[in-house]
């Protein structure tokens, strides 16, 4: 597998104050693995949301936890998984967002999985090993057809 990049692995203690270090690394691996400005941007708010539910909901606040993000260059596309060891989520509980009523209610909050949804190509979570497992995966466009390879 030549050209392919290692994996790089970051642990992070679950507290705020280390948002702004996941979105700076995220913003970082995504310019190396070849995404533009506005698109790295996009992947570092997607992987910020993911964490910040980790701490939220998964670890209901605790900030003597850790989180766990895995970032793997694949070529084609940058794989981000973000792991935890909190209290198993079903994504499938989260209720699906009207936007409009939702902007019209002036609500805050609760828009973590429909965003990353919007700017990942592919979200998913398991749980593995007691460990809560959210994969986000964002392909390069392609510069020759447009078509996904």
């Known amino acids: 597998m030549s050209g392919r990049r290692p994996a790089v692995v970051l642990r992070v203690p679950s507290r705020t104050e280390y948002l702004a270090a996941i979105r700076d690394v995220t913003r970082r691996m995504a310019e190396a693995a070849g995404f533009d400005g506005a698109q790295a941007d996009q992947l570092a708010l997607a992987v910020d949301e993911a964490s910040t ?4 909901h998964a670890y209901r ?5 850790t989180i766990e993000l895995r970032f793997d260059d694949r070529g084609g596309a940058l794989r981000v998984e973000v792991v935890d060891e909190g209290e198993a989520v079903d994504p499938g509980a989260v209720p699906q967002v009207d936007l409009r009523r939702y902007a019209s209610e002036r609500r805050t ?5 429909h965003l990353m949804a919007r700017i990942m190509d592919s979200v998913t979570f398991r749980r593995a090993a007691r460990r809560n497992v959210c994969c986000m995966v964002k392909r390069r466009p392609d ?5 996904a390879p």
């Open 109 to 113: 909050g609760g828009l973590g999985i």
């Open 53 to 56: 539910n980790v701490i939220e």
């Open 61 to 65: 606040g605790a900030t003597d936890r």
């Open 143 to 147: 510069e020759g057809t447009g078509a």
